[in-house]
């Protein structure tokens, strides 16, 4: 089984700016490509990896629009097993990827039933 890829980039809203490091996969299900981030439950698919991946963008944009929109980010995320650290200057940091095999059902569905490829 390979690793995890990883999504690096940055957000931006009026209230600010967010920058991530975020572990993704990407699978194949029923002849569309899947882009999964495990650490924060979100996917895009598309029947190429390239609309694959702008799926996976829009609906990464919306997941941060609507949770800093109604302020539940850090909530939400603490909901997930993140390390989520009092100062604004210190990264948060998403749970192992061992821990939400455990504590994430989908994710253990992907990893236990579809090869997964990085990135």
């Known amino acids: 089984m390979k690793k995890q890829g990883e999504f690096t980039g940055t957000y931006k809203s009026d209230a600010g700016h967010i920058s991530m490091n ?16 495990p650490a924060l439950d979100v996917s895009g698919y598309g029947k190429t990896e ?8 829009t609906t990464l944009g919306e997941f941060f629009t ?29 749970p192992e990827l061992s821990k ?5 059902d989908n994710f253990s569905r992907i990893f236990n039933s579809f090869p997964f490829r990085k990135i």
């Open 100 to 104: 939400l095999l455990e504590t994430n």
């Open 22 to 37: 975020l572990p993704v996969i990407i699978f194949e299900e029923d002849h569309n490509k899947i882009y999964y981030c």
């Open 50 to 57: 390239e609309k694959a991946f702008e799926s996976f963008k």
């Open 66 to 94: 609507y949770t800093l929109h109604k302020g539940t980010f850090k909530a939400v995320l603490t909901g997930m097993g993140w390390i989520i650290r009092k100062s604004k200057y210190k990264p948060m940091h998403p």
